[in-house]
Structure formats: structure tokens, C-alpha cells
T-cell receptor, first 114, second 109 residues
Framework: ETGVTQSPTHLIKTRGQQVTLRCSSQ?????VSWYQQALGQGPQFIFQ???????GRGNFPPRFSGLQFPNYSSELNVNALELDDSALYLC?????????????FGEGSRLTVL | GQNIDQPTEMTATEGAIVQINCTYQ??????LFWYQQHAGEAPTFLSY??LDGLEEKGRFSSFLSRSKGYSYLLLKELQMKDSASYLC??????????WGAGTKLIIKP
């Protein structure tokens, strides 16, 4: 148990739809990172939020957007879904400015786009 | 570009020892992580190296050579539950994690 929770755990959408994924970070953590993991691949960094501001972004188009709230929980929004967006979406929390930067992952949200 | 290389798949026998290698080329270096990921589950933290040398934690050890851009994860006394993917990740100069594709470890009785 990492103390990081994600919802929903599984969902199915169709091309062109929009999806919102949610993440509650571990107590005491102020940084949330989102990753996309395709089957058989390592996680790909989408973006990171620190104190409600985007603090780094990977090579993902603008239709991937996010938010971090004052309680450090976070949302990932994906617009105009494409088939290739089908993947496991992982949220990880950490404490910026202290420790090793170890990431604590939630169980993930598995998105299938038909 | 940034690159993390590790073998795609390895097979080992229960009770034996296995070494999973990782080489990296990144813009800056702020530490190297190893994570374990069972099928369908989230990655879980195994080890962190920022200085050269060996870090031992029970049956698992991790080694780092920054000059060679090289690390390995050593698993001893293998158990069936060690069957999983092992992910190598490097924290770059922007404190972002760059991940390898993972090594699928298969343990046979």
C-alpha cells in the first residue's frame, strides 16, 4: 500500500471522447507525476505538478492536460481520444525538496479506447 | 537523446542468482532507480543509487558506475514470486525520471 489512490481503475471510451482520471497523493507529498504505460513498455512521462503548477512536461500533445488541487490531489484530462491512447495511466506522488525523490505509484487507471 | 537500455527478457531458476543490467545516456544524472512491476500492477520501489558502488537490501543489491553509465540489479535466492518486470529509471538534470522498457524476468522451478 503506497497511500496513492487512482480512479477509475478501468474504463472504456470511444474515439473522440474525453476522459478525466483522478489521483489522491500520499499524505505529506506535494508533487504528482503522471505516466502513460503501454503494454510491454516502460512508463512514459506525461507531466508533473508541484504546488498546483505544471513543473515539467514530456512529449505529449496539448490534448493531454492536468490540474493539481490545494490538497495536492490531481487530475489528468485527455481530449479527442485516439486508439493509441489505450494504456495504463499511472499517477505517482513524491515530496519535492526532500528525500531521494522516490515515487510512490497508485494502482493505475487502465483506459481502453475503441 | 536520452536512452535507457536493458534486456527485454531473462530466465533464471528458483534458488539461483540473476543480474539484470542497465545502461543509460541522459542529460544529467540525479540518481538511478530500480522498480519491480508484476503484471497488471503498479511499479514498486526497489532501490536508489546516486553514488558509485553497491547498495545491498536483503536479497536484492544494486550497483552503479556513473563513469560507465551502467547499473545492475542483483537478485539472490530467487523465488517464484520474483517473476516480474524490472524497470531501470534515471533522474535527469530536470529531476524527471527517464524509464527503460523493463526486463521481464521468468523464474522456473
Amino acid at each position: 500500500e503506497t497511500g496513492v489512490t487512482q480512479s477509475p481503475t478501468h474504463l472504456i471510451k470511444t474515439r473522440g471522447q474525453q476522459v478525466t482520471l483522478r489521483c489522491s497523493s500520499q499524505s505529506g507529498h506535494n508533487t504528482v507525476s503522471w505516466y502513460q504505460q503501454a503494454l510491454g513498455q516502460g512508463p512514459q512521462f506525461i507531466f508533473q505538478y508541484y504546488r498546483e503548477e505544471e513543473n515539467g512536461r514530456g512529449n505529449f500533445p496539448p490534448r493531454f492536460s492536468g490540474l493539481q488541487f490545494p490538497n495536492y490531489s490531481s487530475e489528468l484530462n485527455v481530449n479527442a481520444l485516439e486508439l493509441d491512447d489505450s494504456a495504463l495511466y499511472l499517477c505517482a506522488s513524491s515530496r519535492q525538496g526532500g528525500g531521494t525523490g522516490e515515487l510512490f505509484f497508485g494502482e493505475g487507471s487502465r483506459l481502453t479506447v475503441l | 537523446g536520452q536512452n535507457i537500455d536493458q534486456p527485454t527478457e531473462m530466465t533464471a531458476t528458483e534458488g539461483a542468482i540473476v543480474q539484470i543490467n542497465c545502461t543509460y545516456q541522459t542529460s544529467g544524472f540525479n540518481g538511478l532507480f530500480w522498480y519491480q512491476q508484476h503484471a497488471g500492477e503498479a511499479p514498486t520501489f526497489l532501490s536508489y543509487n546516486v553514488l558509485d558502488g553497491l547498495e545491498e537490501k536483503g536479497r536484492f543489491s544494486s550497483f552503479l558506475s556513473r563513469s560507465k553509465g551502467y547499473s545492475y540489479l542483483l537478485l539472490k535466492e530467487l523465488q517464484m514470486k520474483d517473476s516480474a518486470s524490472y524497470l531501470c529509471a534515471v533522474m535527469d538534470s530536470n529531476y524527471q525520471l527517464i524509464w527503460g522498457a523493463g526486463t521481464k524476468l521468468i523464474i522456473k522451478p
